[in-house]
């Protein structure tokens, strides 16, 4: 949905003002650079009126940054005021390129380290902002969303420490298991899919692929991402399948049961291409082991699709896959830290967040409803027509 669409005529909430933490810095450069187009475009009457004072700006990025002590310590600082603001901090959790120095040696920073720094720049707004929304795309320890034996519940801990801070509203994407904002049952959490943005640089890529059960098949990687599957098949209108990881439940091996095998369920999908979709690629031994198996059924093409490309292993497994043609395009998002030499891989497609990000907060702003923009249901059949009648 373009902003020109959209008629936001409310009063906004208080005087916009953008904070990327380093982690995020360019996501965030992005996100203002939109802002200040459509604002500056924008043909709302009121914009001059005191309701409005604030409202066009040639930048809404306030400066801020988190020094460090020779020991490691670290402060927030914010360079200018945020008294009467409307706030959104951008944070990238998985950014591990930035270093700190601790005692001579250089280290990188881990999400508990951002994590901590976003409180920091919290703390440092000493209660004067108008209202206080973090932008965490990346949810911070959404992997440990709950108890199996005597464990720490980490993303509820840290949820709730937000809210004590004064954060009304929480955004991220494709959280591990949304049921986590159960922990901060009376402040505002959104877990967003990005569907769309999947949808329309698959099909902006590759200009071939036929949208019908009968050539296109959606598959889970195992039974959590079904839901995630489900949504897409239903939007195509194409058929969808899972895998499910068997488990050797007598080891343990770094913190979790080795996967002995991915077994399949679902129709026939010899011939047809296929989009293989989860949240997150780790080491992405999983999505090509996948991969693997459906190459062995017959698959034609593989499209691989995840919303957080974490590559924790690195490119080489991929590299090897893609040689031996096991899936033909790779594809995330922005919305974590990108490798360099990720974007110069030949077969990866990335998904760009900014715009779409920018579209939240300058809704939330007017303090307007978001919901159109959660569902992308309308927004993805009218690329999908524009896509069948060659209009791309």
Not at 81 to 94: E, H, K
Not at 147 to 172: F, K, Q, Y
Not at 222 to 227: F, K, P, Q, T, V
Request: charged share 25%; aromatic share 8%.
């Amino acid at each position: 949905m373009q902003r020109s669409e959209r008629v936001l005529e409310n009063i906004p909430v208080g005087s916009l003002g953008l904070i990327p933490l380093a982690s995020c810095q360019e996501m965030g450069s992005k996100v203002n650079d939109y802002l200040v187009q459509w604002r500056r475009e924008s043909a709302n009457e009121h914009k001059n009126t005191l309701a409005f004072q604030g409202y066009e700006q040639n930048s809404y990025l306030i400066k801020a940054s988190v020094p460090r002590f020779g020991s490691g310590e670290a402060k927030g600082i914010l360079q200018e005021s945020v008294r009467g603001r409307d706030l959104y901090l951008m944070v990238d959790v998985c950014n591990y390129s930035l270093t700190y120095s601790l005692c001579g040696q250089t280290n990188h920073m881990s999400p508990d380290d951002h994590y901590q720094d976003l409180k920091r720049i919290i703390a440092a707004c000493g209660g004067k902002a108008r209202r206080i929304t973090v932008i965490m795309p990346f949810l911070y320890e959404s992997r440990q969303h709950k108890r199996s034996t005597r464990e720490s519940l980490d993303c509820a801990l840290a949820l709730r420490e937000l809210v004590d801070m004064g954060v009304e509203n929480i955004l991220t994407f494709d959280a591990h298991d949304p049921r986590v904002q159960n922990a901060i049952p009376l402040h505002g959490f959104e877990t967003i899919q990005p569907a769309y943005q999947f949808v329309k640089a698959l099909l902006g890529n590759v200009h071939d692929i036929s949208v019908d059960s009968d050539h296109l098949m959606v598959i889970s990687p195992d039974e959590g991402g079904m839901s995630r599957a489900i949504y897409i098949a239903n939007i195509l209108g194409v058929d969808m399948g899972m895998f499910y990881k068997r488990r050797d439940y007598t080891k343990i091996v770094n913190g979790r049961n080795p996967i002995v095998a991915h077994e399949f369920l679902g129709s026939n999908v010899e011939g047809k291409d296929v989009i293989v979709i989860d949240d997150m690629i780790s080491s992405g031994e999983s999505m090509i082991d996948v991969a693997h198996k459906l190459k062995e059924l017959k698959a034609r093409r593989i499209f691989l699709y995840s919303t957080f490309g974490l590559f924790t292993n690195g490119m080489e497994k991929f590299d090897k896959a893609y040689e031996e043609g096991l899936f033909d395009r790779l594809l995330t998002t922005n919305l974590v830290y990108q490798r360099p030499e990720l974007l110069l891989r030949p077969y990866y497609i990335s998904c760009d967040m900014s715009k779409y990000i920018a579209l939240l907060i300058d809704t939330l702003n007017h303090d307007a409803s978001i919901s159109d923009l959660l569902d992308p249901y309308e927004r993805i059949h009218r690329f999908l027509k524009k896509y069948e009648n060659g209009e791309l």
